[in-house]
């Protein structure tokens, strides 16, 4: 079986993830999608609710499991599950510059190849930190999230280190 992982915080998961991960599901048999937390960074979801807005919206895909990806390494991670690929987006040039010492480390650590799928042109320009921004300045963000987050965005109150509308 062939299996393979896409991680991240998923800080609400958007429209550009949920085109990866299915595009993933197409070339792998079983795709973990691995909800990272990282202590130092302040969230705007917990893990819980980050991973039943990914469970909510990618419930009609077949064989993709979200899971809690815990504090270490992820070449650990995907040493310990027999994942083969890590599946990441590249939006930019820059995404490369940042993901290519990790894909080299990740592959000299656990022999894990790190797989890049070009983002779709609709959606290269979207991350989580950008839609919360524009939610929280009062933008409509309703064609970049799925149903579920755009629910739990339009219904929470803006975190306090995020500009409040005035
Ligand atoms: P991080 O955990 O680094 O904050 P995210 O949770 O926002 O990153 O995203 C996880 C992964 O999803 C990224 O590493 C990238 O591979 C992919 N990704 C993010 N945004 C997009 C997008 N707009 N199009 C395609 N892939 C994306």
């Not at 299996?3 to 550009?16: K, T, W």
């Not at 807005?53 to 040493?79: D, F, K, N, Q």
């Not at 921004?133 to 306090?160: H, M, Q, Y």
Request: proline share 5%; charged share 25%; net charge neutral.
């Amino acid at each position: 079986m062939r299996r393979a992982v896409c991680p991240g915080s998923f800080d609400p998961i958007h429209n550009g993830h949920l085109e990866v991960i299915a595009r993933a599901a197409g070339l792998f048999d079983e795709v973990i999608v691995a909800v990272s937390t990282n202590y130092a960074k302040k969230y705007r979801f917990s893990l819980e609710d980050r991973m039943e807005m990914a469970r909510e919206t990618l419930a009609s895909l077949r064989g993709i499991i979200v899971e809690p990806m815990g504090e270490g390494l992820l070449a650990e991670y995907c040493r310990h599950r027999g994942i083969s690929a890590i599946v990441k987006g590249l939006r930019s040039s820059s995404d490369f510059d940042y993901e290519l010492p990790m894909a080299t480390m990740n592959r000299q650590l656990a022999g894990v190849e790190t797989v890049f799928l070009p983002a779709e042109a609709h959606y290269v320009h979207l991350s989580s930190t950008l839609i919360k921004e524009v939610n929280v300045l009062g933008g409509d963000i309703s064609d970049f999230v799925p149903k579920s987050v755009l629910k739990r965005l339009l219904a929470g109150e803006p975190p306090t280190d995020l500009p409040r509308k005035g």
